[in-house]
């Protein structure tokens, strides 16, 4: 058997999501698997850090402690869970918390925290981490990760398949059926990172359980024709985004202009629509299908 861990917390920033699969035989299969929740005083410290507007180095390096720390304890429940010896696991894969990601300009960086050393000493196994940077640094976008893994679980000879990720941002991997031909990921642009910020800020509620919330509103298509102008949504690959974009503050831009008249939940409404038509667009705008 050929155990593995891999971990990760996404821009949701809801739970560090952990799993234990057996890569003894391909595609692998999974053992186990453990979500942690993130506490409301940690995240509130993640979300501090990201919208600093001066220096926070000292918060900075504590959190990449303080997260190590978490991820550490996730892999320890998760073997717990599992009930297999520590010894069992060949490596830890730890993607780790994204602070910031700006794949673009003259020096283009992407920063995950969430120390692996931290993450190696706590549960004493080998941790493999900073997934993206090395993307980076040969001109790539260092996201999506997914498409690579896309690739191994769902590619096939007989059809071109697409494969949609919706988490805080969402993306596609495009798997030819043609081997020959390069897989393709890219960040379409936001999925429920907006939506779960509009409803936080007008509720005490974490996400919309359900879409009900956007459900009872109508989509603006005023509001909807003049966030689809935005320029990422006509990049062409290779793009992607985060949330130092797509934002509250990105939706706020465009709210000005509507003098408090629509309601939130014609907004929450507008959101889920701008998610579904940026990915029809994207697949669109690279004849994808």
């Not at 001066?54 to 429940?77: M, R």
């Not at 780790?96 to 020096?107: D, L």
């Not at 495009?174 to 509009?198: H, K, Q, R, Y």
């Not at 989509?219 to 003049?226: D, F, I, P, Q």
Request: glycine share 8%; net charge negative; charged share 20%.
């Amino acid at each position: 058997m050929e155990y593995y861990i891999g971990l990760i917390s996404g821009t949701s920033m809801d739970a560090v999501d952990a799993v234990l699969v057996d890569y003894s035989t391909m595609p692998g299969k999974i053992i186990e698997r453990h979500s942690e929740p993130i506490h409301a005083d940690l995240k509130n410290k993640i979300f501090q850090l990201i919208s600093s507007t001066s220096s926070a180095l000292p918060l900075l390096g504590k959190l990449d402690v303080e997260i190590g720390k978490l991820f550490a304890q996730t892999v320890n429940k998760l073997i717990l869970k599992s009930k297999l010896k520590k010894t069992d696991i060949v490596a830890i894969g730890s993607h780790g918390q994204t602070v910031w990601h700006e794949p673009w300009g003259e020096n283009p960086f992407t920063l995950q925290i969430g120390d692996p050393n931290i993450i190696a000493e706590e549960t004493g196994i080998t941790t493999v981490a900073d997934f993206r940077r090395r993307d980076i640094a040969v001109g790539g976008q260092g996201a999506p990760l997914v498409p690579v893994f896309h690739e191994t679980l769902f590619r096939t000879d007989k059809e071109d398949r697409v494969v949609l990720n919706l988490g805080g941002i969402a993306n596609i991997s495009v798997l030819p059926m043609t081997l020959e031909s390069p897989i393709i990921g890219f960040d379409t642009g936001p999925a429920n990172i907006l939506c779960d910020s509009w409803i936080q800020r007008h509720s005490n509620k974490p996400y919309d359980e359900n879409g009900c919330w956007a459900l009872s509103g109508s989509v603006s298509e005023k509001l909807l024709t003049e966030m689809l102008a935005d320029n990422y949504f006509n990049r062409q690959y290779p793009k992607s985004t985060g949330r130092e974009y797509f934002n509250i503050a990105w939706v706020d831009q465009f709210l000005q202009d509507f003098d408090g008249y629509l309601k939130p939940e014609d907004v929450q409404a507008t959101l889920v629509e701008l998610t579904a038509l940026t990915v029809q667009k994207g697949k669109a705008l690279n004849y994808l299908v």
